[in-house]
């Protein structure tokens, strides 16, 4: 009887129809592995986080080839802050990327950032909907980064965030047999 029963409900046509409508995934993107540092950069958005100074979320980079990491405090995630924290933050120091990998968050699909990119000859890549693992590097970065702040047990993460960064920069990788830091300096 259940199998009957189970039958009968996956060729109901009026139970199919108000069946919640399960997410159609696209294929999983691959990208092109960079040659050098700073030439492909993974960037998110770390939110909620406890409040801290005012700041509820941080802004990450990641670049693919060294593993080097940054985040970014902020009090607000507009398209405008993301931006201008990217800016200020990333490409002021390190020089803009050839390709960029970001989520389709609203932040990173708004005209200003799309504008911000075509000004600065970046190339945009997204990841697919329903896959965060494309935005691999940044996703792992943001796992750990939470995991780290947990660990320093200081409800003020923005006083331990260099210390987190340091560590995450100063731990030898073995896919690169190196820090971030030895690829870096």
């Given at each position: ?148 702040i947990m660990a320093h047990g200081n409800a ?30």
């Open positions: 009887m259940r199998q009957d029963v189970a039958l009968w409900a996956r060729t109901c046509l009026q139970c199919q129809r108000s069946k919640i409508a399960r997410h159609t995934r696209s294929e999983i993107g691959k990208f092109e592995l960079p040659s050098s540092r700073f030439e492909h950069v993974h960037i998110d958005l770390v939110s909620p986080l406890p409040p801290s100074e005012g700041f509820r979320f941080c802004f990450t980079c990641v670049d693919q080839f060294s593993k080097w990491t940054e985040a970014f405090p902020m009090v607000k995630i507009s398209a405008e802050a993301v931006a201008k924290a990217f800016y200020t933050g990333w490409i002021s120091r390190f020089g803009p990327p050839l390709r960029l990998t970001t989520d389709q968050g609203t932040q990173f699909e708004a005209s200003l950032f799309h504008a911000l990119s075509q000004l600065l000859g970046t190339e945009r890549q997204h990841t697919t909907s329903y896959h965060p693992a494309v935005n691999g590097q940044v996703e792992r970065f943001h796992r750990q980064f939470k995991v780290a003020q993460w923005t006083i331990v965030l260099p210390t987190i960064l340091m560590g995450f920069r100063a731990t030898l990788k073995e896919d690169l047999q190196a820090t971030t830091a030895e690829m870096i300096f």
